[in-house]
């Protein structure tokens, strides 16, 4: 595969190779984004947004903290995998994922007291 292929994977997953390409982003990232939730320390009352969740490592333990989670990821198919396995807590208005960008949050202003984002400022 080109590495310029490879690049757009990486910053925006799409299709068949964007699945493979965030379980990879999982792995490599794992113990990153294990550090980040732990020292973000989320309860069942915080209101948590993990910017370019991309595989979505972070987003079991948040979950599971019983906080409420939202997501904003570029990558569409990436979204909805994460509406897809989380699809109880979204239902349960406990998790909100969507596509868009860093630069327009397509959330409202002061929504969350607790933000997260690895691997995420070179894209």
């Given at each position: 595969?080109?590495?310029r292929?490879?690049?757009?994977?990486?910053?925006?997953?799409?299709?068949?190779?964007?699945?493979?390409?965030?379980?990879?982003?999982?792995?490599?990232?794992?113990?990153?984004?294990?550090?980040?939730?732990?020292e973000?320390?989320?309860?069942?009352?915080?209101?948590?947004?993990e910017?370019?969740?991309?595989g979505?490592?972070?987003?079991h333990?948040?979950?599971?903290?019983?906080?409420?989670?939202?997501?904003?990821?570029?990558?569409?198919?990436?979204?909805?995998?994460?509406?897809?396995?989380?699809?109880?807590?979204?239902?349960a208005?406990?998790a909100?994922?969507?596509?868009?960008?860093?630069?327009?949050?397509?959330?409202e202003?002061?929504?969350?007291?607790?933000?997260l984002?690895?691997?995420t400022?070179y894209?």
């Amino acid at each position: 595969m080109a590495p310029r292929f490879i690049a757009r994977q990486l910053a925006h997953p799409t299709g068949v190779f964007g699945r493979v390409i965030g379980l990879l982003m999982n792995r490599h990232s794992a113990r990153m984004n294990a550090f980040a939730v732990e020292e973000l320390a989320p309860g069942p009352t915080d209101r948590v947004l993990e910017i370019g969740f991309g595989g979505g490592v972070a987003l079991h333990p948040l979950v599971q903290s019983g906080a409420f989670v939202a997501g904003v990821d570029r990558s569409s198919t990436m979204v909805k995998r994460a509406q897809s396995i989380y699809a109880t807590a979204v239902a349960a208005s406990r998790a909100d994922f969507r596509q868009g960008s860093v630069e327009a949050l397509p959330f409202e202003a002061a929504s969350f007291g607790k933000v997260l984002t690895v691997n995420t400022v070179y894209f």
